[in-house]
C-alpha cells in the first residue's frame, strides 16, 4: 500500500520560511517522479514543483521560481520543499504526489498525499 505523508505545515508570516517534507512507503521510491502541488481557498489544484527520480532535473511553476525549491533522498524516500520569501497569495494546502515516469511532468501523477495547511499572513 503506497503512503505519502506530508509534514511541516504552519502559519508564518509573509516574507517568511516554510519547509515541508513528505515520506513516502510502499513504492520503490526512486523509480517515482516526485511532485508538489497545492490548492488555495476556492481555487484549483496546481502544480508546485516537481524533481525527478535522481533528483537531477527539477520543474518549477513559474509563481514560486526562485523561491521554492525541491530535494529528494533516496536513502530516506524523502522529498522536501523549502519556501522561501512566502506570500500570502502561497496559502494552501499543500499535496505530495509520485509519479512513474523518468520525466518531471505538471500532471499524470499516480500516488497523492492527505496534504498539509500553509498558511501566510500579511
Known amino acids: 500500500q503506497v503512503q505519502l505523508v506530508e509534514s511541516g505545515g504552519g502559519v508564518v508570516e509573509a516574507g517568511g520560511s516554510l519547509a515541508l517534507s513528505c515520506a513516502a512507503s510502499g513504492l520503490t521510491f526512486s523509480h517515482y517522479t516526485m511532485g508538489w502541488f497545492r490548492q488555495g481557498p476556492g481555487k484549483e489544484r496546481e502544480f508546485v514543483g516537481g524533481v525527478s527520480w535522481t533528483g537531477g532535473s527539477t520543474l518549477y511553476a513559474d509563481s514560486v521560481k526562485g523561491r521554492f525549491s525541491i530535494s529528494r533522498d533516496n536513502a530516506k524516500n524523502t522529498v522536501d520543499l523549502q519556501m522561501n520569501r512566502l506570500k500570502p497569495e502561497d496559502t494552501a494546502v499543500y499535496y505530495c504526489?509520485?509519479?512513474?515516469?523518468?520525466?518531471?511532468?505538471?500532471?499524470?501523477?499516480?500516488?497523492w498525499g492527505q496534504g498539509t495547511q500553509v498558511t501566510v499572513s500579511s
Open positions: 504526489a509520485a509519479r512513474s515516469g523518468l520525466e518531471v511532468r505538471i500532471r499524470e501523477y499516480d500516488y
